[in-house]
């Protein structure tokens, strides 16, 4: 250890070891315990007025954490109130925390520094008992935690991979467990494995309720320098909701909705939804439904359609018509790196407004609530059908039926639609893709075959017949729901990566060709793809905000896998992992240079992360970053900032373990 940091570390040692003696306060000249019958949960209820939105709080965004409340537990001597105080420039711990010395890392369970129990007890009672200590939701599994329960198991391990709406509901649980690390999973899913450990899980959780929950939470994380996480439902691809040692801000249960047919605010006129984060994208849509509008939201069931889904941008069956959902809002309620709650807007803070419109979950500040655009109920044609090769259709047949598909995607995205498509291997010379579906907002039955009639045309002449299923459907929630089921979840066995291709690749017959055999070679090889015809930039234009500039020219946003057994050794799971990033993800980056990719699908190890995510946006971006967070309290992987840190251990030798310490480059 360098002298400078030792004497840091030394420094900051002084400042928290009297931590470690008992919680108490002074009532009546009197030192007694601090408990739940001697200190009060630290929230003030504030006037719904006081955002700077059209819109009023909601209730737990009324009750915050003020600068009286911490006054007043500090008169009366509650131990370790600094803690919990708000950013502070002048004083000891916060000139600590801002630190940036190569190698000084979070603060974790091992640190002499780490919290007492009795300050974990402390900050729970300030919370109003909302902090749950991390028990991983498969550890009825296992002996681990003592609470073993066979037929608990039993359902966890039937509904782990094809029930996300289980795990949205646990406090620590993800989509992403392989860079988690694998620590707590069904036995079925980890031969050899017999114990459960936290791992990668965060430490603590807040299953926050009200501002004041959140605020406590990042001063106590600022404050100690502890990581700090923040999961809404934890479906993003990188693991950006989990860390080891960590303290995370459960933002779930908040689930308000509040529906405006009349809402004015700045440039917009018309209708519009408050909606708190934890609102999921059923709720949302089901929210819309009732109030005969229409909303822009994501495709997955259970998916926070006002988290972390809408902070990366956020792309949609409707995006050809909309845009983004990250272009519908109008202004957000925001807890920043400072523990202050604003709001985030064109008139309010408008450059933290502009950073998290597509500038990525957990790196800004914890947002609470969104006010969105609301559009007039449409209704929805939907196509679904099934090419595959077999006794009539060869596996050349195959791939020029595909081909044909792939030429009408500019005509496609024009007409507003959206194609979700897959692409499989089956075996030697089989392959399969079937439409699920072809997503036609705002067109009648005979408008959409009328659109695809010539590709059918083309289907025929090549010898290749299809059976086209049509369903109109009166709103989009119908269709919505009828077309896109549960999404799966939680393999350990799968590495993903995905890329924008551009327009102009389909405005040149050579970039065409090149794009297309990209696609063609990788899944030969045994990859399979998730693809969406679509498109970003509606002809009634789109707001200045962070999405990444790569959206706005795409009409293909592309996802690959490969996959692997639970059995197989550590060599052929690397293997498999280096190839999907080193080989066949460098064949679609090679044919569409200065393109990207959708941070919240993309690669963990997406090679020049900042410009396939950001792109031109960066620069500003991590200049934000440094405003609103100088002390890097929000961190998250391939986030704004994340170049600055590092993960201390690696899986397969090159995946960032979240299982490890966070330390600063």
């Known amino acids: ?232 439902t934890g479906h993003d691809f990188s693991a950006k909701s989990v860390g080891m040692g960590a303290l995370s801000i459960w933002t779930h249960n908040l689930k308000q909705i509040q529906f405006f047919r009349n809402y004015q605010q700045g440039y917009y006129r018309g209708p519009a939804f408050k909606l708190g984060t934890g609102v999921q994208a059923f709720e949302a849509y089901e929210a819309a439904r009732e109030n005969g509008v229409t909303i822009v939201g994501g495709e997955g069931r259970t998916v926070g359609v006002m988290g972390g889904y809408l902070l990366g941008g956020g792309h949609s069956p409707l995006s050809s018509l909309y845009g983004m959902g990250a272009d519908q809002v109008l202004s957000m309620e925001v807890v920043t790196a400072d523990g202050r709650f604003v709001t985030a807007s064109e008139t309010s803070h408008p450059d933290l407004f502009w950073a998290l419109r597509g500038g990525g979950g957990s790196t800004f500040g914890v947002v609470t609530s969104v006010v969105i655009k609301a559009y007039p109920k449409i209704r929805v044609t939907t196509l679904t059908y099934v090419l595959a090769t077999g006794p009539t259709v060869s596996a050349e047949q195959f791939w020029a039926a595909l081909r044909a598909f792939f030429d009408g995607f500019i005509t496609y995205t024009d007409a507003g639609n959206y194609e979700y498509f897959r692409i499989s291997k089956l075996g030697e010379g089989q392959f399969y893709s079937d439409m699920g579906p072809w997503f036609a907002p705002g067109m009648s039955k005979v408008q959409l075959q009328t659109l695809v009639a010539p590709l059918f045309a083309r289907f025929k002449a090549l010898g290749v017949e299809v059976n086209p299923v049509y369903t109109e459907h009166d709103d989009f929630y119908d269709a919505w729901y009828a077309s896109f089921p549960v999404e799966p979840w939680g393999s350990n066995a799968i590495r993903q990566a995905s890329r924008l291709f551009p327009k102009s690749n389909w405005q040149d017959a050579a970039k065409l060709n090149a794009t297309f055999d990209a696609i063609k070679s990788v899944v030969e090889e045994g990859g399979y793809i998730v693809a969406f015809n679509i498109a970003a930039a509606p002809k009634t234009g789109y707001p200045d905000n962070a999405v990444n500039p790569a959206w706005r020219n795409t009409v293909m946003h592309a996802i690959m896998a490969t996959l692997w057994n639970a059995t197989n050794s550590e060599d052929d799971m690397k293997a498999a992992s280096d190839k999907l990033t080193f080989d066949w993800m460098q064949r679609w980056r090679d044919v569409s240079p200065g393109a990207g990719s959708y941070m919240s699908e993309a690669d963990y190890i997406e090679p020049n992360s900042t410009q396939a995510f950001f792109g031109s946006k960066y620069e500003k971006l991590y200049r934000l970053k440094q405003l609103y967070d100088p002390f890097g309290v929000f961190y998250a992987h391939t986030a704004v900032g994340s170049e600055d840190w590092k993960m201390s251990e690696m899986i397969l030798g090159n995946l960032p373990s979240q299982n490890s310490k966070l330390c600063r480059i």
């Open 1 to 232: 250890m360098s002298c400078l940091r030792k004497a840091v570390v030394a420094t900051f040692l002084a400042h928290v070891l009297r931590f470690a003696c008992g919680q108490t306060l002074v009532v009546e000249n009197s030192t007694v315990a601090a408990n739940e019958s001697t200190v009060a949960p630290a929230v003030a209820s504030v006037d719904a007025k006081e955002s700077n939105s059209t819109a009023d709080l909601f209730e737990g965004e009324t009750l915050q954490l003020t600068d009286a409340v911490i006054a007043n537990l500090t008169d009366l001597g509650l131990s370790n109130v600094t803690l919990f105080s708000f950013q502070n420039e002048s004083s000891l711990a916060e000139t600590i925390a801002k630190r940036a010395i190569p190698g000084v890392c979070k603060t974790y369970p091992d640190d002499p520094f780490w919290p007492f129990q009795s300050t974990w007890g402390l900050f729970n009672i300030l919370l109003g008992g909302a902090l749950i200590e991390t028990v991983p939701y498969a550890s009825s599994c296992y002996d681990s935690f003592g609470d073993h329960n066979a037929s608990r198991c039993d359902f966890i391990t039937n509904n782990w991979i094809n029930a996300s709406i289980y795990h949205t509901e646990d406090p620590t649980s993800i989509n992403a467990v392989l860079f988690q690390g694998s620590t707590c999973m069904p036995p079925i899913f980890v031969p050899g494995k017999s114990r459960c450990t936290v791992g990668g899980y965060p430490a603590y959780a807040v299953a926050a309720r009200n501002v004041a929950q959140i605020q406590l939470a990042v001063n106590f994380a600022r404050n100690l320098n502890l990581r700090l996480v923040i999961k809404n």
